[in-house]
């Protein structure tokens, strides 16, 4: 099974906001609200920031946002902060009880 | 505070065999769904497997069906991940991360290198 697509790279300057896409099917994001995107700083372990779609853990500042249309779930940063910068990747649910990562979005504080 | 910390890792050869292991702590370990997602160098996450509670039901990734084996001790809290038959492209840090809900991980650990080269 093929990973989910999200874009390999994205920028924004302090204070923006970005957002970043995962595509992927009706047999995962298109067909469940159980996505999650996940922080990863170089050379550290991921980090939970969204979780169903859309709903944030404790801790996580109300700057990470989830949505979902379609097949395709979003992850918005907004006021973007120098922290911010990490690669950031998309999870599903899969139909057959698998779970599917998305390729990885590099995200640059410029 | 959930704690969860791999170790095993290492060099092996091709072909090799190698059982990697997950101490966790912090959390009530046998009512927790447990899985095991892998990193290959520079690349991105791969999920690889995925165990119930009590153990009886696991589920494979394609790429490492039949020669992985994903299993548990609930009395020592502990996550095993035994790797058979390993190939070069099975090269990556593991790591052991628990459920949080269908198949979403909320807690990792640190990781562990596996190696597999000649």
Redesign the interface.
Known sequence: QSALTQPPSASGSPGQSVTISCTGSSSDVGGYNYVAWYQQHLGKAPKLIIYEVSKRPSGVPDRFSGSKSGNTASLTVSGLQAEDEADYYCCSFTGNNKALFGGGTRLAVL | EVQLVESGGGLVQPGESLRLSCAASGFTFSGYWM?W?RQAPGK????VS?INPDGFIT?Y??SVQGRFTISRDNAKNTLYLQMNSLRAEDTAVY?CARD????????????TLVTVSS
Do not use: C, E, F, K
Not at chain 2, 44 to 47: D, E, F, Q, R
Not at chain 2, 100 to 111: K, S
């Open positions: 899985h997602v991105g996450l791969v999920w995925r589920n990734a394609d790591y949080l809900i269908y198949n979403l991980p909320d807690y990792w650990g640190q990781g």
